[in-house]
Structure formats: C-alpha cells, structure tokens
C-alpha cells in the first residue's frame, strides 16, 4: 500500500455533462486538483457501469465519452495533473470486482439504500433487474481499491455505497492480510453543492425530464430554459405580493453561482443576496428582474465554459490521446494492485514460486 493521498471520481457517460455535476462535483474536482494537497487523482469515465442498465444501446455510452471529457477540460480538468481513464479498457477492474462478489452477500446487497433508491427511480421490476445494476457497489469497490484511493468525493446519497466499499476492504484485509487501502468519503462542504434541483424544481436535473441546464448550452438556450421554464414561487402573483425565497429555484441557483461582484455588475441596486432576498421577501421586486440578473450570472460562468470547449472540439484529436495516455497510465496502476490482492489471496500461481514446494509437500504426504 501506497501511503499516499489517492483521490478517485468519476462519472458515468450517458450525457452532456450539466450544472447539477459542475457545482456538485465539477468545480470541487479542479479545486481539489489545483490544491498540492494530493498525489494523485483520478477520474473514471464508468462506462461498464453505465452499461448495466443501457445495455442494449452501448452506442449511446460510446458517443458520450467524448462529450463527458469536453466538459471535464472546458471546466480546467488539467490532464497533466489529473489522470483521465476509460473504466472498461482496465482489465483489473473486472478480475477485482469478480474476487470482492465472493465477499458479499446478495441480501447486503438487496439492503443498500442507494442501490434501492436506484432502482426505483428507474423502474425496475424484481425479475426484469439486471445483474451488474444490483452489484455496482461491488465494481465500484474494484475501482476504489484499484487505484489504492483513500479520498473519495461522493454526495450523502452515495455514502451507503462508500460504507458497503469499506466493509468490502475491511473484510478482504481480515482474510488475507493489509493489503487494500480503507476509502474515506469527502463530502460536499455545503447544501447547495450537495444537490442542484432542475430548473422546474424537481430534486434531480435529468436529460428525461428537459429540466437541465448543460455545460455546453448556447446563450440562448440558457435564456429559454431559465425564463420559459425555471420555477419561482406561486404564490407571488403581483410584484407587490411578498415572496418565498426557500423553494425558490431562481434563488437556490443564486446561491449557487452567484457573488457581490455580481451585483456590482448586473444589479447595483442591491450590495449582496440577501438583500436582494430581502427585497423579495417584503414585495416589490418582480420575477424577470431576478430572472435577467441570473441569465447574466450563469452566462459569465458558462461562457468560458464554452469558449474552452470549442477549442478542444476542433481538435479531436487531442483529446483521445488524453484518454488513451491516461488509460495507459491508469492500466499499470490498476494491474499492480490487482497483483498485490493476487499475492496476498495466493493465487499469484506463476509468480510465487514456493507454490511447487507445496505441492510437492502436499503429494508426498499424500503418498506416504
């Protein structure tokens, strides 16, 4: 084991990336890269986990793998200090995954609240549930552990999948000796980078539901979809009508996106938010305006965004040598660790060879 600060992401490619994954991982992610604070990191594009429940149509995670690494390199994932893989191209993940299900237990399994949370929101039945769906916290495990990761960026939502990968660990060292590194979860460090709702309110942006803003939307489709479609409050029928900033989509983006400067900018009528708030809250201050001063927000975050992606969209090129480079690279960490887990189960049988002396120990005694 490696003793050093390991952190390990990822995402998984069925889509554009939106602002949902930029405030709730995205942003964290350069932060973190850009800190000194850690030797290496990782991000997993997860394809195969993707695939568990898109099955029959791979081209769909196929053709997003390219569009998940534009976002990651337009928002400044920098490939010099962040290793960008493609989970399927690592051989030891799969060997690993396959050692760690003979670890757990189908009934763990079936009582890991994400899994089950997962599993309804996509609508399936008991008969019709694909198998790798109901194990990916064990493939995630063998992702976790391939890397010798001890830093994990997850939401709250995902920590019952990052305890099930502790109790993996836990159990593996009892049986064969300290051998995998036990994984810590790093949570978002406040509410708003822990869950983004979609611009109509709902708990979670999704392509299905056309409630997402996405890194790479023109000016113009960020302008329709904030002011055709962004939920404010109800009750606030008439400027002069009090209002509810709680609840209140166009304010849970302020908050996310916004700053003083911002107001200097756009909105000098007010110092800061909450005065805005205030405002709001006491009557007086309509929709639209918050509306226009939020489309001013998001568009000078999203405008670098997009300038830096058209960059890397004219070289194509480039971009699959850094998947390819970092794949290269992920591919020699990930078959060591997957031969130090071969040695200590002692199952490494080419490579140890005092296995012969025992067997010829085991067939003398047998002949005795």
């Known amino acids: 084991m490696k003793g050093k600060n390991i952190i390990l992401t990822g995402d998984r490619p069925t889509g554009r990336l939106h602002l949902g994954h930029y405030v709730g991982s995205l942003k964290r992610r350069v932060e973190l890269q850009n800190s000194g604070k850690y030797d290496e990191i990782n991000i997993l594009i997860a394809d195969d986990q993707a695939l568990t429940d898109n099955a029959d149509d791979p081209g769909k995670i196929r053709d997003n793998i390219v569009n998940v690494v534009l976002d990651y390199l337009s ?33 763990r399994l079936s009582r890991n609240p994400t899994i089950k949370a997962e599993i309804q929101m996509r609508g399936f039945s008991e008969e019709g549930l694909p198998a790798g769906f109901f194990t990916y916290p064990v493939s995630q495990t063998a992702d976790i552990t391939a890397f010798d990761a001890n830093v994990v960026p997850v939401g709250e939502d995902q920590l019952p999948m990052l305890e099930q990968a502790r109790e993996i660990v836990d159990k593996f060292n009892k049986i064969y000796g300290e051998t995998l590194v036990l994984p810590t979860a790093m949570i978002p460090e406040n509410e708003v980078q822990r869950r983004l709702p979609g611009v109509d309110g709902k708990a979670k ?28 409050d109800p009750l606030h029928l008439q400027i002069s009508d009090p209002g509810h900033t709680e609840g209140n989509v166009v304010f849970t983006y ?7 400067a911002h107001f200097a900018e756009y909105l000098p009528d007010y110092a800061n938010l909450e005065e805005m708030k205030e405002h709001y809250r006491r009557g007086g201050l309509g929709d639209g305006v918050c509306k226009k001063f939020l489309i001013n927000v998001l568009e000078e975050t999203l405008s670098p965004i997009r300038t830096e992606r058209a ?37 490494d049988y080419f490579e140890d060879r005092s296995i012969i002396k025992e067997w010829e120990t085991l067939l003398k005694k047998a002949n005795q």
């Open 205 to 232: 942006m999704s392509k299905s539901l056309g409630n997402c803003i996405y890194l790479s939307d023109t000016a113009a489709t960020v302008k329709k979809q904030v002011n055709g479609k962004m939920f404010t």
């Open 311 to 347: 960059k890397w969209e004219n070289d194509i090129g480039a971009v699959y040598d850094i998947i390819r480079t970092g794949t290269e690279k992920a591919v020699e960490t990930t078959n060591s660790t997957l031969a130090r887990v071969r040695r200590a189960m002692r199952i």
């Open 75 to 107: 928002v400044g994932i920098d490939p010099s200090k962040t290793t960008i893989c493609v989970q399927s191209a690592l051989p030891a993940l799969h060997a690993l995954t396959f050692y760690y299900l003979n670890l757990v237990t189908t009934a």
């Open 254 to 260: 302020l908050d996310a996106f916004c700053t003083d």
